[in-house]
T-cell receptor, first 113, second 113 residues
Framework: DGGITQSPKYLFRKEGQNVTLSCEQN?????MYWYRQDPGQGLRLIYY???????QKGDIAEGYSVSREKKESFPLTVTSAQKNPTAFYLC????????????FGPGTRLTVL | QQQVKQSPQSLIVQKGGISIINCAYE??????FPWYQQFPGKGPALLIA?????SEKKEGRFTISFNKSAKQFSLHIMDSQPGDSATYFC????????????FGGGTRVLVKP
């Protein structure tokens, strides 16, 4: 089945630790995105990538880093510089076609202890 | 930053009633307005979308209306069902080269049986 997978579903980390969230898609989509969702709030864009080996900062990139070495993979690292990392993280992708929808993964809930 | 203001934050409707969610946006550069539905603990999924060449689009019990002069668009859920209980996000496209979206803050809808 085609789709987007995110792992793990739940993640716990101690303060001061970096952690990497996985996002893989087998939809052959060019563009991939990372969003952060806080309770009762909308989705805020962290980083996005429209092509392999290229990515751009979104609205809240501070404290995060990404890589795009393969078309199907777009991992997000939450660094210790992110002051309030506890949130629900969503990965999405879409083909580079005008007016095409973004497909979302199931999300990873990160909790900092 | 392109803004999308969504209201209300939450609403409760009786089964069979009409749910109405409104969104207002700034600028009219890139007009593609999708609506996403999200169930608790899941990633959002595209519900319905409207493009700038139409003022209304209907898919089953869901209707989007678009008022370009007022820079507003809204979602109507007719004959609301308990299974419609979810969080709804409006969004707009914010770049011409790809499909980068800016999301509203979300509306939590509860349909009482």
């Amino acid at each position: 089945d085609g789709g987007i997978t995110q792992s793990p579903k739940y993640l716990f980390r101690k303060e001061g630790q970096n952690v990497t969230l996985s996002c893989e898609q087998n939809l052959n989509h060019d563009a991939m995105y990372w969003y952060r969702q806080d309770p009762g709030q909308g989705l805020r864009l962290i980083y996005y990538s429209q092509i392999v080996n290229d990515f751009q900062k979104g609205d809240i990139a501070e404290g995060y880093s990404v890589s795009r070495e393969k078309k199907e993979s777009f991992p997000l690292t939450v660094t210790s510089a992110q002051k309030n990392p506890t949130a629900f993280y969503l990965c999405a992708s879409n083909p580079q076609v005008t007016y095409n929808e973004q497909f979302f993964g199931p999300g990873t809930r990160l909790t900092v202890l | 930053q392109q803004q999308v203001k969504q209201s209300p934050q939450s609403l409760i409707v009786q089964k069979g009633g009409i749910s109405i969610i409104n969104c207002a946006y700034e600028n009219t550069a890139f007009d593609y307005f999708p609506w996403y539905q999200q169930f608790p603990g899941k990633g959002p999924a595209l519900l319905i979308a409207i493009r700038p060449d139409v003022s209304e689009k209907k898919e089953g019990r869901f209707t989007i209306s678009f008022n370009k002069s007022a820079k507003q668009f809204s979602l109507h859920i007719m004959d609301s069902q308990p299974g419609d209980s979810a969080t709804y996000f409006c969004a707009r496209r914010t770049d011409c080269a790809g499909n980068k979206l800016t999301f509203g803050g979300g509306t939590r809808v509860l349909v009482k049986p």
